[in-house]
């Protein structure tokens, strides 16, 4: 039997960097996770145990390290962009290299002393090949709720519903979004900024007829507000909060108790791009 | 062979509690997730299977969404109070009734929007027996960082030690808090934020010569903060950064460069009482 | 500003079915959680908040226990399969519906009792349009270590390499494998044990030069045992154990103590066709 | 304000230990994770900032690897008494010193080659004074089910009770065990085989009347089982399966269709000594 590789790549995953920058006056910190893939001609190492092609994951691991002191990390876009460019310049084996990054967020409380952002997190895929590269922002783990403002009802009914239909529902979810720079360069904290309050904002205002057409609204909303990306991705699961059943007990529930359940859950995405 | 039954407890964990109060012009949230814990007269359950004496835990479940409705939910001290105080007013083969609580954060982002808090828990255990109820309050999941004011040396060295003494580290760490009420009632929420605020203040400021020292020195902030309290217990995991060798390289490393580790970890504990 | 919906899809996830069939002398059981996500003519939900065309997560959770019960659950790929068949025949809307199961593995130790089979996953992916079904099968959290026979050297050395080379190191990994069949039935559950054991025994016969190698060679001892597939993709995380230094102490290590790491990781993948 | 430290310890969690043994014809595997807490003088770093009786808790964590090195690990029993011996005799400053071990499982597939045991652990806690140590062993995250043999009624009924009785359910949990041994030394192996076969053999057999009485019935078989051991606690999460309702799809549901849910859970615990 004869077998061919058809697609290979590896990488180092969870690479974690804290760069503390020490100023006269206060310390600036950054915390990553950092994961590296590489494509190119290292088919010998699968097919042969030839490693003569192979940069160790090690390396790139060391390589990471070696970066955030010589060039320092400023965010996570520049210092991915810094990280794909060094592995295609480096290495003529390397075809592709895609470098995720997820920033854990850090509030100031002291000028040398910050507390925990909590579970969301900034994150950042910099793809990039000899001809290009593409640099992907984006959130992740950022919490909403609201408790008006979101009904669901007009749906198909048939033989396998069994929801009732809402006027008044709770809507929590846990957005990821992600967007992609229609420029090579961009201002990537401000945009960043002013993309996720969007977002927030969104949320929170819009009169929902569903999460689809919320998740609509909230990428339609960034595309005004930020004119540098021109396509942002969302990925709401529907963190279901329901209403107790207290009739058993001769009490109404007006809306005020509910069971929030991990599972099962509906999960709704839809790219939006500016036409 | 005879055996008997020297201890026994049970009951419901992870009930998780939405309770939305809804004024006029804005609606007001807390998410909780409660276990309860009874002892009593259950033994025949274990012994013969004999349930007469047996409350199901899916009742003590029913249980915290009823009073959820009938008393609202103020703070998770009252909450748990009213629920321990329940448990042993209904039922006389009740012992002992265990509350624990941990309540979600959530900010306010609109009059019904809210957003995430992140990790940290503001948590409670409410323990009542007929003669007495006990109530301790606290947090857990506050992740704390500073970047000077760190110094470790002066151990122990002998021919296991190969750590390096060091006038200037990263101090990361995860706050588990909880302290006990002398009075019975106190302003829960105010008391909480001010031990909250306290703990933090102390971290900041304190020039630490090791974790244990910044552990009593927040403890001891906390009780001259506080009147209401006479004891706070205080965990505190040593959640290391450490400075990565950038010798091989070429290259100093002036406190700038430093890799998380979740394990191995440091595990500090104390308890501090009013003297 | 104008704004398109480029892309959507939406569906249930973690619908967790167990399935009892009570034989009279046993009682066999299947557990799975299946996430469904659906495609087709969902835009007007997104951009007008018209759900005339949208099925209800909760509708999609229903369905999955309603065939449970109709069709019962011999394998995940059957299962699979009806889910996406009613999908797309039941709903015109439905142009493409994409079924993942996972299925959690018991060993039986009694007629009607069972003891979990850990963390290993029986996973398939089935992927139905009107014109027609793919099935992928697979597992994950396959949890393997050898050690001995592994080396890893001849790798790049340049500026940024500090790993030394070794001819005798521990290999552990967590193998994630899928693979498609190429033909439209088969006996699925035959087909997995062979996959499974071939893999297994593929691995640790190895004589592995490194991890690609050792993925590739899995991935070819496979395709030649089993003759209904003709592609497997196999990801390997290196879960890499760490020689201790004991120098320190004045004792030699001869490759017997070491220290589990989590990460950071090398995580290497591979895609091998039949040629 | 005087405050006064009224408890502390200290110590190293989480040290990871894969420890293989040479034969000529085999390798054998051991993989731990060791956590260590140390009580004694050491109340000075915490007031003072004096570090000069703190044994570094990465000196511990050196321990665990010399001593892994120069006695080997041939139960995690042994080894932890060895490890609590250790330190109340090289430091003076220590009065007591908890070792706790979980032993991740796994299962050879070849002489050099094993593949994982899933979730369940051996578990061990060795508590040394200078008077006396004392072994705790133990097994956790033993995942079973039972598709028969198990009912739940005659329980309380009252305003708050909503469950319905049942004589015929499916009842699964995940065990944790913990046992003490009456002798200084035992065949530490030997026993929590015949231990963890008893268990399994006891719950899959039982008529269960409730979790109580299985939880009652396990532990006094393990008693009768293993002399060597004189208590034993045990503490079983009710994993529930709930029937899942298809009156709604006019279909029967006679014990065959369920959904696993996660929370809310019962916790039941019980201790049982030979009397």
């Not at 480096?90 to 997820?102: C, G, K, M, N, W």
């Not at 969302?234 to 991990?262: C, S, W, Y």
Request: overall charge negative; glycine content about 6%.
């Amino acid at each position: 039997m004869a077998a061919a590789l058809t697609h290979n790549a590896y990488g180092k995953s969870q690479v974690r960097l804290t760069r503390v920058t020490r100023h006269a006056d206060r310390h600036d910190l950054k915390e990553l996770s950092v994961a590296i893939q590489l494509e190119g001609d290292f088919a010998r190492s699968y097919l042969d145990g030839d490693n003569r092609q192979v940069i160790a994951t090690d390396t790139m691991k060391n390589t990471v390290y070696v970066l955030a002191k010589t060039l320092g990390v400023t965010d996570i876009e520049s210092f991915g962009l810094a990280l794909a460019r060094h592995f295609l310049q480096e290495y003529p084996q390397v075809t592709r290299a895609a470098i995720e990054l997820d920033e854990q967020l850090w509030q100031r409380i002291h000028p040398h002393a910050f507390v925990g952002g909590g579970g969301e997190m900034r994150s950042g895929v910099v793809t990039g090949t000899r001809e290009a590269c593409r640099v992907e922002s984006g959130l992740s783990g950022l919490l909403v709720l609201k408790t008006a403002d979101s009904a669901f009802a007009g749906f198909v009914r048939d033989r396998y519903t069994t929801l009732p239909e809402t006027s008044d529902r709770i809507f929590a979810t846990m957005v990821t979004a992600a967007w992609t720079y229609a420029s090579k360069s961009a201002d990537w904290d401000a945009c960043h900024r002013l993309i996720r309050s969007t977002l927030l904002d969104a949320f929170a205002a819009h009169k929902s007829l569903g999460v689809q057409q919320t998740l609509f609204a909230m990428g339609e909303a960034a595309l005004a507000a930020c004119p540098h990306i021109d396509e942002i991705r969302l990925e709401m699961p529907n963190k279901h909060r329901i209403l107790v059943n207290l009739q058993p007990f001769g009490l109404d529930n007006a809306n005020e108790v509910f069971v929030a359940t991990d599972e099962p859950f509906g999960l709704i995405s839809g790219t939006v791009r500016r036409a």
